[in-house]
C-alpha cells in the first residue's frame, strides 16, 4: 500500500504565492509519474501539472509560466510552486502518484486534498 500527504495549502491575496508538496510512502519501488490535480466545487477534477520519473513536465493550458511543478525521486516527493495566483485557481488540490510496487505491480494513487483559496 501506498500513502500520499499533501501539505503546503491555504488562503492568499490574488497575485501571492502558495507551495504545495506532497509526501510518497509505503511499498514504492518507483513512481513512473507524480502530478496534482484540482477540483473546484461543482467542476471536475482536471489536471494541472505532471512530471515524470525522468523529468519531463506537463502543464494544462491555464497555469503555464505561473506554476511549476518538481519531483525529488530519492525522497518520492513532489512540488508545486503556484505563482500569481488567480482566484479562478481555488480549488481543492489533490496528489496523483503512479507507483510501481515492490512486487512490481503498478497502481494509481491519490492523496487527500488540500483546500487552496485566492481571494480578490
Known amino acids: 500500500q501506498v500513502q500520499l500527504v499533501e501539505s503546503g495549502g491555504g488562503l492568499v491575496q490574488a497575485g501571492g504565492s502558495l507551495r504545495l508538496s506532497c509526501a510518497a510512502s509505503g511499498s514504492i519501488f518507483s513512481i513512473v509519474v507524480m502530478g496534482w490535480y484540482r477540483q473546484a466545487p461543482g467542476k471536475q477534477r482536471e489536471l494541472v501539472a505532471t512530471v515524470t520519473r525522468g523529468g519531463s513536465t506537463h502543464y494544462t493550458d491555464s497555469v503555464k509560466g505561473r506554476f511549476t511543478i518538481s519531483r525529488d525521486n530519492a525522497k518520492n516527493t513532489v512540488s508545486l510552486q503556484m505563482n500569481t495566483l488567480k482566484p479562478e485557481d481555488t480549488a481543492v488540490y489533490y496528489c496523483?502518484?503512479?507507483?510501481?510496487?515492490?512486487?512490481?505491480?503498478?497502481?494509481?494513487?491519490w492523496g487527500q486534498g488540500t483546500q487552496v483559496t485566492v481571494s480578490s
Open positions: 496523483n502518484a503512479d507507483v510501481i510496487s515492490e512486487l512490481g505491480l503498478q497502481n494509481d494513487y
